[in-house]
């Protein structure tokens, strides 16, 4: 029987590596499938992997229908016998009953992928549904760190390294390079507690380089 999986974890868990595994053991079997993406940060139509992995995708935009998709190329004389979906937290809500509907009419396997929480700690739309909807939901076993070295549990979105709690849900950018100058727009794992303090990598950096007051008074 086809199942509707849901993979997630935090930013730097591996989501877009595992996805093009998943595709990649699949294809070597002789499954024929087809790859999904939407606001990669290596640009539209590819999933990109932080380990330098990527594959060609179809974009998914706000219109798209994967229900029509895979009918309209089944009754071409198409062959679908998988579907990788990579950012799925970028998804609405109706696609993923699209997806939903694709693996139950038509038994065909649904992979995935996606971060559960937006920069301010509320579930996207597509996540959300998916949770509510998925035969299984796997949390990824690579475990992201904040710069602290605890485990990471939050995305955090940064301007010039300051965190911030406000603007558009969706902006692409990337995780900071230790070793690079903070971009204008970047994201950064965190632990609960730093997040809820919005210390940063950055701004920890710099409290430790602050001099420290005279004993004086």
């Given at each position: 029987m086809?199942?509707l999986?849901f993979f997630t974890?935090t930013m730097?868990?591996g ?5 093009l595994q998943?595709?990649?053991n699949?294809a ?6 087809r790859?999904?993406?939407t606001?990669d940060?290596s ?5 990109s ?17 994967f229900?029509a ?5 089944l009754t071409?004389?198409?062959?679908i016998d998988?579907?990788i979906?990579d950012?799925?937290?970028f998804?609405?809500?109706d ?16 992979f995935?992928?996606g971060?559960?929480?937006?920069f301010?700690s ?7 549904r ?7 939901m796997?949390v990824?076993q ?6 602290c ?12 390294g300051a965190m ?7 902006v692409v950018?990337?995780v900071e390079q230790a070793?690079?100058p ?5 994201y950064?794992?965190l632990?609960?507690?730093h997040?809820r303090?919005r210390l940063?990598?950055a701004r920890a ?7 420290e007051?005279?004993p004086?008074?």
């Amino acid at each position: 029987m086809a199942e509707l999986h849901f993979f997630t974890g935090t930013m730097d868990s591996g989501k877009s590596t595992l996805a093009l595994q998943t595709n990649h053991n699949h294809a070597a079997r002789g499954r024929v499938g087809r790859i999904f993406t939407t606001h990669d940060r290596s640009g539209a139509a590819v999933v990109s992997s932080r380990l330098g992995l990527t594959h060609d995708a179809l974009e998914v935009g706000t219109d798209f229908d994967f229900w029509a998709y895979v009918v309209t190329t089944l009754t071409r004389g198409g062959r679908i016998d998988y579907l990788i979906c990579d950012e799925a937290q970028f998804y609405s809500a109706d696609q993923i009953d699209q997806l939903a509907k694709v693996v139950d009419e038509l038994q065909i396997d649904v992979f995935a992928f996606g971060i559960l929480t937006d920069f301010r700690s509320v579930l996207f739309p597509g996540s959300a549904r998916l949770v509510e909807l998925a035969d299984r939901m796997n949390v990824l076993q690579v475990e992201a760190l904040c710069w602290c070295g605890k485990r990471a549990t939050h995305n955090a979105r940064t301007e010039n390294g300051a965190m911030v709690t406000d603007g558009e849900v969706i902006v692409v950018g990337d995780v900071e390079q230790a070793d690079e100058p903070p971009a204008d727009v970047a994201y950064e794992v965190l632990c609960r507690q730093h997040h809820r303090r919005r210390l940063t990598a950055a701004r920890a950096k710099a409290v430790s380089l602050a001099p420290e007051p005279l004993p004086f008074g």
